[in-house]
């Protein structure tokens, strides 16, 4: 059997980076930056007070100086003369500066009489000006490739990019399979179960940044199951969740094998998550992931997830682990490489006794999966070990 890490580099061999498309600004957060794009203008466009008060010259910046207010500058409503000794321009945050003043004197430094002001406290040393560019200029790039958040969009649209160059979303067929299976809501017949690691999984390649479509449950026959690859065409990757393994109901590889499915592996040395098989079908990549509740939903974060970056363009990477403190002792690992469900809190991480791999209760609870190599001899209490974030 393969180690976690070489099936990880077959996947990656089944994808690459997805086409560009253009998307409203509206429609951009969350989705990949394909490549560099550059500020249209500067901003500010103009130097521009920081504060509400009075726009004069800093040499004339001192206590008891006297000014005689000479017109108005608001946001969207500059002032069109020039300030001259002696003379002050009422002034709002985010105005622009007018000509011949370099400092604002915020308000709560000036008593006004009229049209006469008086500098009725220190206005200090800070100017109240933002200069012009002072946050980005004209041709000021955003690098790429990075998946946009709500602050990269408003600097998008800071930026007047209306337009913006994403990775198109890999589509992702789901195909849940087994007689055994219903849909949530579906009343269930006595011997059956609901399907639900496609809809964990679905959340999760939503999550990543993927179009998962969930198609139809397929039974446990050829039939069914080619019926189901068939719906599945145009997918850039079909994930198949059960039927992987050696019973005589477990049909997959067969069904694919029949379509023309090129295998790349089947079978790695971890636990849970053994019996995955991977290849290309087509156009698409295929993953069939193992049926047990926790075994799918392990294998999505370990490989699905790093298949959806890479297909957006966010490179091949291994997902990133962290270092705990072992609570209690640990027995030592059998020859698959381990993933415990845990939690961590405070740098200390409580594995769960109960490692069954159907076990979605104890899943839910976990905040981490602990990574045991294979082999790894037993743990006394307070050992260092790594583990995934989930
Ligand atoms: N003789 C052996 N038996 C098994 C082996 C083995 O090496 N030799 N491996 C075991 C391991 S490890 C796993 S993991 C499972 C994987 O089996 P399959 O991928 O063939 O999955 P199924 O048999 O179809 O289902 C397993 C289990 O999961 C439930 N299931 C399936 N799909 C879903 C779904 N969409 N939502 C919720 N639950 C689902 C299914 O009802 C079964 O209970 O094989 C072991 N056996
Ligand atoms: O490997 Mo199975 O995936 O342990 O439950």
Known sequence: MITVEQARALLFDLVGPLAVEEVPLSRANGRVLAREVTAQRDQPPFDASSMDGYAIKTTEAQKDSMFRVIGESAAGHGFAGTVKAGEAVRIFTGAPMPQGADFVVIQEDVSRNGDLITISDDPGTNPNV??????????????????????????????????????????????????????????????????????????????????????????????????????ARGADMIVTIGGASVGDHDLVGEAAGNLGLKRSF?????????????????????????????????????????????????????????????????????????????????GVATVFDNQDSAMLGVLAVANALVVRPPNDPALADGAEISYLPI
Do not use: W
Not at 171 to 178: E, P, R, Y
């Open 130 to 231: 933002r200069a012009a560019g002072g946050d980005f200029r004209a041709g000021t790039a955003m690098s790429a490739p990075r998946r946009l958040r709500p602050q990269d969009i408003a600097l998008l649209a800071s930026m007047n990019v209306a337009r913006v160059p994403v990775t198109r979303k890999p589509v992702i067929a789901l195909i849940s399979t087994g007689d055994e299976l219903v849909m949530p809501g579906e009343e269930p017949g006595p011997d059956q179960i609901i399907a639900s690691n496609t809809f964990g999984l679905r959340a999760m390649l939503e999550e990543a940044g993927a179009e998962p479509r969930v198609l139809p449950i397929a039974r446990d026959s050829h039939a069914s199951l080619e019926t189901a690859f068939d719906l």
């Open 266 to 346: 089947y079978k790695i040395a971890m636990r849970p998550g053994k019996p995955l098989m991977a290849g290309r079908m087509g156009d698409a990549a295929m993953v069939g992931l193992p049926g047990n509740p926790v075994s799918a939903i392990v294998c999505g974060y370990l490989f699905l997830v790093p298949m959806v970056h890479a297909m957006l363009g966010l490179g091949a990477h291994t997902p990133a682990l962290l270092t705990a403190r072992v609570k209690g002792d640990l027995g030592a690992n059998g020859p698959r490489e381990h993933y415990m469900r845990a939690v961590v809190k405070d």
